[in-house]
């Protein structure tokens, strides 16, 4: 995630003497994004074991609100973090881009752990969706398996370093024509429907995992999978019976 930090244009040092005499300066700009960066509010949310961590954070060990995101919400409408803690299966991605398209703006995304990144440990699963952020845009990608919560919390942090990175005059969010609703897709008896969002993702036009790791890595048996867009397969003709012998060219029995 790059960003770079908005930099005021009050000498810090004149800055400092007036806060000694209980003067505090600032700009519109930062004190917007202050209030924006200190009242996160994610949403009551998650799909699986990562939530734990996700909630172990919330409790009073942890203590998220410390950085004032505590107050996690019921309703989309209600909140501006959605954080992807779990792994997405294919059959709940379009619930998960339904939920991110009903957020006010601005909004924000963490993914949380391996498999929302990337499939995780279940990356080679029939029903596991290789990465959220092919559906939906990411602001801060979290690792781990799962993440504990202090590597939750360093996410929150980058996560208000990139808000205060911010200018409102130039958000997105107060433009034209702005478009942050992503298409929702569509589980079919072949996958999904379209397979990723080019609006956010497009895949590699090379595999570089030759030039990496000097070969395709393989793990246990491979198994080819089935061919979904091959026509149905039509049985068999059973195959023609050989032609009844004639008595006349019938062996003759042992007995004559
Ligand atoms: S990354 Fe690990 S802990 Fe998190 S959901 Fe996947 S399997 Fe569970």
Redesign the pocket.
């Known amino acids: 995630m790059a960003f770079s930090k908005n930099k005021s244009q009050v000498d810090d040092g004149l800055k400092s003497e007036l806060a000694k005499k209980g003067i505090v300066i600032t700009t519109l700009n930062e004190l917007y994004n202050w209030g924006r960066r200190s009242s996160i509010w994610p949403m009551q949310f998650g799909?699986?074991?990562?939530a734990i961590?996700m909630i172990a954070t919330a409790c009073a060990r942890y203590d998220i609100a410390r950085f004032g995101a505590e107050l996690f919400r019921a309703s989309p409408r209600q909140a501006d973090l959605i954080i992807i803690?779990?792994?997405v299966t294919k059959k709940m991605t379009p619930q998960v881009v339904r939920l991110y398209n009903q957020m006010a703006e601005p909004k924000y995304c963490i993914t949380?752990?391996?498999?929302?990144i990337s499939g995780?440990?279940?990356i080679d699963g029939y029903n596991t969706l290789r990465g959220i952020d092919r559906f939906i845009p990411v602001d801060v990608h979290l690792p781990?398996?799962?993440p504990r919560p202090e590597a939750l919390l360093y996410g929150l942090q980058t996560l208000q370093k990139k808000i205060d990175s911010q200018d409102f005059r130039k958000a997105p969010w107060y433009q034209k024509g702005l478009k942050r609703e992503y298409a929702i897709p569509d589980l079919g008896p072949k996958g999904l429907i379209p397979k990723f969002n080019p609006e956010v993702w497009q895949p590699r036009e090379e595999d570089h995992r030759k030039e990496k790791y000097g070969s395709p890595m393989v793990i246990g048996k491979k198994t080819k999978a089935p061919d979904l867009d091959a026509p149905p397969k039509q049985p068999k003709a059973p195959a023609p019976k050989p032609p009844k012998r004639s008595d006349d060219s019938a062996p003759p029995s042992k007995e004559a």
């Open positions: 799909l699986a074991c990562c961590e803690a779990g792994t949380m752990g391996a498999c929302s995780g440990p279940f781990g398996c799962p």
